[in-house]
């Protein structure tokens, strides 16, 4: 049996895409790097999520904490919140995400590439509503 050597980030090998699900941008796809422990949220799960969020996300402030490939605060900028900040910390993520709010020509978002323990420890900001999705498996 050999070691498990941890997989370099990588832009454009084995991207992954990820699909709006409602909203203004409903329909539009976007690719995610291949970053271990990326996995969006399903496409049930965040309809779901959102139909209950429904009265709430209008003009909402959120935090899409560990946001990998974004789907939490795509989704939630597309049904009308006012800002979404998104906070990596892969180098790669922040850049893909950076990327997809420059071609939705949106700058409600805001790109923070940081751990969530050093997001968490800067100033206190509030916001309406918190994305928490963790890596799975990462402790």
Known sequence: MGSRVSKPEKLHAGTRTLRIIGGEWRGRKFTFPEVEGIRP????VRETLFNWLAPEIEG???LDLFAGSGALGLESLSRG?????????SALVARALRDHLS??????GQIMQATAQQYLAGPPRAFHIVFLDPPFGKG
Do not use: G, I, Q
């Not at 006012?82 to 990596?88: I, L, Y």
């Not at 071609?103 to 409600?108: D, F």
């Open 41 to 44: 949220t399903p496409d049930r």
């Open 60 to 62: 909402a402030h959120c």
């Open 81 to 89: 919140a006012h800002e979404a900040v998104f906070v990596d910390s």
């Open 103 to 108: 071609v939705l020509k949106s700058t409600a």
